[in-house]
């Protein structure tokens, strides 16, 4: 067991869906060409206002809402200043010493237990733009598209001690956010993404070690490794003698390592001053009331109501209220079924998400919708169908659409039911295999599946299970 401790606070953007950007009208669409989306106020013009977009302030609030912080009445932006060719005016309007969110929390579970992480804040700002370098042209370009799109920046305190806790965290901002339909935790696009603040301190220490921060993380799969990685890194260089350097590094996704990148800024670098451009954002009792009566049903109410109402294992519950769209799946197929709730579940987390997962299409996406889902099942429980053939088809389902019903019958998949067609072929398999007939009888009970998988064979996968295994139990006792 290592003799040091791993203490991790992340720093989260999560990119608003906003139609326009946070300080003027240019649209905040992904995927258009290069500063198609720019004006005088975003490209950062001399003599230009900038003006709040009120559906950032409702969005931000909520957030705050959702994850029990104290959304303060009087929030105030800052200019945060830096030079980096991506960012036109030369500052970024963010927030320092008056957020609009301050002192929440957000529960975890990681491998059974229950723990609280910390929120330090949550502060309203605008996105940088995108350098882009090409080593054909041997030139670099600016694309100022995303420059003044509306980020929230959720500041955790440093309460993680393990990279499972980071990603667990990380899941259920990205679940809450989801939820809430104010960003749609596109990590791959950038909509959702973190820096890590990793450091280590011998167990029983107060104080904190030095810490690295860590950038390019990109999926929760690189975000544990590069954790994990400079965890490493760093009781490497203690045991060695050397000391932990403050710096900001970059994760190397092909190599699994972190790399210098530069030095780490603090706060007085950036000479944070309130932007004198833009008032101070004084909130309504009245609006921040209307906001807490807006949350809808949050992830972690609805994962404890699953269990409850549903009476699912918390494994199954958390998978399926990850994501919104699959719980609203899972409930619309539960309403459509009439028969056990366990096995929609079943379906759902061992059928549909991983054809969501292996296509990165989403559940509210799929073409099989929940009623042919129903559909399906009710095949299924009145032997129509096995549910080996169910299963066999269910992809075909998902991207065609059809009528399980029609597709069934369509492809000549109804199961065979008729008892003397069946007492034909077990007949003959029994023929053609006197030696395990032998060793059946004589107690190998488990010769059972072979016997069932020959009669599988025989009739194409067709064979009414139920009926076959009564008629083999009887011709061998």
Same mark, same amino acid.
């Given at each position: 067991?290592?003799?040091?401790?791993?203490?991790?606070?992340?720093?989260?953007?999560?990119?608003?869906?906003?139609?326009?950007?946070?300080?003027?009208?240019?649209?905040?669409?992904?995927?258009?060409?290069?500063?198609?989306?720019?004006?005088?106020?975003?490209?950062?013009?001399?003599?230009?206002?900038?003006?709040?977009?009120?559906?950032?302030?409702?969005?931000?609030?909520?957030?705050?809402?959702?994850?029990?912080?104290?959304?303060?009445?009087?929030?105030?932006?800052?200019?945060?200043?830096?030079?980096?060719?991506?960012?036109?005016?030369?500052?970024?309007?963010?927030?320092?010493?008056?957020?609009?969110?301050?002192?929440?929390?957000?529960?975890?579970?990681?491998?059974?237990?229950?723990?609280?992480?910390?929120?330090?804040?949550?502060?309203?700002?605008?996105?940088?733009?995108?350098?882009?370098?090409?080593?054909?042209?041997?030139?670099?370009?600016?694309?100022?598209?995303?420059?003044?799109?509306?980020?929230?920046?959720?500041?955790?305190?440093?309460?993680?001690?393990?990279?499972?806790?980071?990603?667990?965290?990380?899941?259920?901002?990205?679940?809450?956010?989801?939820?809430?339909?104010?960003?749609?935790?596109?990590?791959?696009?950038?909509?959702?993404?973190?820096?890590?603040?990793?450091?280590?301190?011998?167990?029983?220490?107060?104080?904190?070690?030095?810490?690295?921060?860590?950038?390019?993380?990109?999926?929760?799969?690189?975000?544990?490794?590069?954790?994990?990685?400079?965890?490493?890194?760093?009781?490497?260089?203690?045991?060695?003698?050397?000391?932990?350097?403050?710096?900001?590094?970059?994760?190397?996704?092909?190599?699994?390592?972190?790399?210098?990148?530069?030095?780490?800024?603090?706060?007085?670098?950036?000479?944070?001053?309130?932007?004198?451009?833009?008032?101070?954002?004084?909130?309504?009792?009245?609006?921040?009331?209307?906001?807490?009566?807006?949350?809808?049903?949050?992830?972690?109410?609805?994962?404890?109501?699953?269990?409850?109402?549903?009476?699912?294992?918390?494994?199954?519950?958390? /998978?399926?209220?990850?994501?919104?769209? #699959?719980?609203?799946?899972?409930?619309?197929? $539960? *309403? +459509? @079924?009439? %028969?056990?709730?366990?096995?929609?579940?079943?379906?759902?987390?061992?059928?549909?998400?991983?054809?969501?997962?292996?296509?990165?299409?989403?559940?509210?996406?799929?073409?099989?919708?929940?009623?042919?889902?129903?559909?399906?099942?009710?095949?299924?429980?009145?032997?129509?169908?096995?549910?080996?053939?169910?299963?066999?088809?269910?992809?075909?389902?998902?991207?065609?659409?059809?009528?399980?019903?029609?597709?069934?019958?369509?492809?000549?998949?109804?199961?065979?039911?008729?008892?003397?067609? /069946?007492?034909?072929?077990?007949?003959? #398999?029994?023929?053609?295999?006197?030696?395990? $007939? *032998? +060793? @059946?009888? %004589?107690?190998?009970?488990?010769?059972?599946?072979?016997?069932?998988?020959?009669?599988?064979?025989?009739?194409?996968?067709?064979?009414?299970?139920?009926?076959?295994?009564?008629?083999?139990?009887?011709?061998?006792?």
């Amino acid at each position: 067991m290592s003799r040091y401790e791993t203490v991790i606070g992340l720093e989260v953007h999560a990119q608003l869906k906003t139609n326009t950007k946070i300080f003027c009208a240019c649209s905040t669409k992904f995927g258009n060409d290069p500063n198609e989306n720019v004006c005088p106020v975003c490209s950062g013009m001399p003599g230009v206002l900038p003006v709040l977009n009120e559906k950032v302030a409702e969005y931000a609030s909520k957030m705050g809402l959702a994850t029990n912080c104290t959304v303060n009445q009087k929030s105030v932006f800052a200019r945060k200043n830096y030079f980096y060719p991506d960012l036109p005016k030369g500052y970024q309007i963010s927030q320092f010493e008056l957020p609009i969110c301050e002192f929440g929390h957000v529960d975890i579970e990681v491998d059974g237990e229950k723990k609280r992480i910390g929120l330090t804040r949550i502060h309203m700002e605008e996105d940088a733009g995108k350098n882009i370098h090409s080593s054909a042209d041997n030139a670099s370009f600016v694309d100022l598209n995303r420059t003044g799109v509306p980020l929230i920046e959720i500041v955790s305190e440093p309460d993680m001690r393990s990279a499972e806790e980071a990603v667990a965290y990380l899941k259920e901002l990205r679940s809450i956010l989801l939820y809430l339909g104010i960003c749609d935790g596109n990590m791959e696009e950038g909509s959702f993404r973190c820096d890590a603040n990793v450091s280590i301190r011998p167990y029983g220490q107060e104080e904190f070690g030095t810490r690295a921060e860590l950038k390019n993380l990109n999926s929760f799969r690189h975000i544990h490794k590069a954790i994990n990685y400079e965890v490493e890194r760093q009781i490497d260089l203690i045991e060695d003698g050397e000391e932990v350097v403050q710096e900001t590094r970059l994760y190397n996704v092909d190599k699994g390592t972190t790399h210098s990148m530069r030095g780490k800024e603090e706060a007085h670098d950036y000479r944070y001053f309130p932007d004198p451009d833009l008032v101070p954002l004084v909130l309504q009792e009245e609006w921040i009331a209307q906001w807490q009566s807006e949350l809808p049903e949050l992830p972690s109410d609805k994962r404890e109501r699953f269990m409850d109402e549903y009476e699912m294992a918390d494994y199954d519950a958390a /998978l399926l209220t990850s994501e919104l769209v #699959v719980a609203d799946y899972f409930e619309a197929a $539960v *309403e +459509a @079924y009439s %028969g056990e709730i366990k096995k929609v579940t079943n379906w759902v987390v061992g059928e549909l998400l991983p054809f969501c997962n292996d296509t990165e299409v989403q559940a509210c996406d799929v073409k099989l919708s929940p009623e042919k889902l129903a559909e399906l099942l009710k095949l299924v429980d009145d032997g129509t169908i096995s549910v080996k053939i169910g299963k066999d088809i269910f992809r075909d389902l998902c991207e065609s659409g059809d009528s399980p019903a029609d597709y069934v019958k369509a492809k000549g998949l109804v199961q065979m039911s008729d008892t003397s067609e /069946l007492e034909a072929m077990v007949d003959q #398999v029994l023929a053609d295999n006197p030696s395990e $007939v *032998e +060793a @059946y009888k %004589g107690g190998k009970t488990k010769l059972m599946g072979f016997f069932m998988g020959q009669v599988m064979r025989l009739s194409k996968g067709q064979a009414n299970p139920g009926i076959v295994t009564k008629l083999i139990q009887e011709k061998l006792s």
